[in-house]
T-cell receptor, first 113, second 113 residues
Framework: GNSVTQMEGPVTLSEEAFLTINCTYTATGYPSLFWYVQYPGEGLQLLLKATKADDKGSNKGFEATYRKETTSFHLEKGSVQVSDSAVYFC????????????FGQGTRLTINP | DSGVTQTPKHLITATGQRVTLRCSPRSGDLSVYWYQQSLDQGLQFLIQYYNGEERAKGNILERFSAQQFPDLHSELNLSSLELGDSALYFC????????????FGQGTRLTVV
């Protein structure tokens, strides 16, 4: 079946540190991959996406590259800010044309000043 | 603001009761998805409607049902509520053509006491 596995949290970093949150997936076919972010008390917001192998999604300084050979979609940011503190979810959409998202368990990120 | 509106924001009810959660999708979006977020199960897909018809079903209990009305708003009905139904229920909408992103509402927090 389809599944997403994220690195376990919580993750605590200092401001300006480098961030990596690992995400691997299992899927049949060629899924689309997403990172969503959930700030405290809010819904999920799409952070970035990639729809085919070797695509790089980027937004707000965050990046992730769709690696088919390693079935991974790791989230990275070169210099985190306190405002990046949130829960990050990796997700896949398993079927072309559909949007039934399969989510990872989420990684809580806290950035200290 | 994602453009997806969910009401109510909070709901507290007793075991055995029935509640209805409401979702208004973004203007122009034909597809509505319901997700449940709980501490032990994470984010789980419940059900999808497209232009009034059920399109996909996930881990939705038989005590739960949903519908999408001609004006495209959707309702999720939860009956015979149990303590374990306490969770954050999200609605999302998308155009549902191709791998388009889903936009999430802020959720309804249901507490069953």
């Amino acid at each position: 079946g389809n599944s997403v596995t994220q690195m376990e949290g919580p993750v605590t970093l200092s401001e300006e540190a480098f961030l990596t949150i690992n995400c691997t997936y299992t899927a049949t076919g060629y899924p689309s991959l997403f990172w969503y972010v959930q700030y405290p008390g809010e819904g999920l917001q799409l952070l970035l996406k990639a729809t085919k192998a070797d695509d790089k999604g980027s937004n707000k300084g965050f990046e992730a590259t769709y690696r088919k050979e390693t079935t991974s979609f790791h989230l990275e940011k070169g210099s985190v800010q306190v405002s990046d503190s949130a829960v990050y979810f990796c997700a896949l959409s398993p079927i072309q044309g559909a949007q039934k998202l399969v989510f990872g368990q989420g990684t809580r990120l806290t950035i200290n000043p | 603001d994602s453009g997806v509106t969910q009401t109510p924001k909070h709901l507290i009810t007793a075991t055995g009761q029935r509640v209805t959660l409401r979702c208004s999708p973004r203007s122009g979006d034909l597809s509505v998805y319901w997700y449940q977020q709980s501490l032990d199960q994470g984010l789980q897909f419940l059900i999808q409607y497209y232009n009034g018809e059920e399109r996909a079903k996930g881990n939705i209990l038989e005590r739960f049902s949903a519908q999408q009305f001609p004006d495209l708003h959707s309702e999720l009905n939860l009956s015979s509520l149990e303590l374990g139904d306490s969770a954050l229920y999200f609605c999302a909408s998308s155009v549902a053509r191709g791998n388009t992103e889903a936009f999430f509402g802020q959720g309804t927090r249901l507490t069953v006491v």
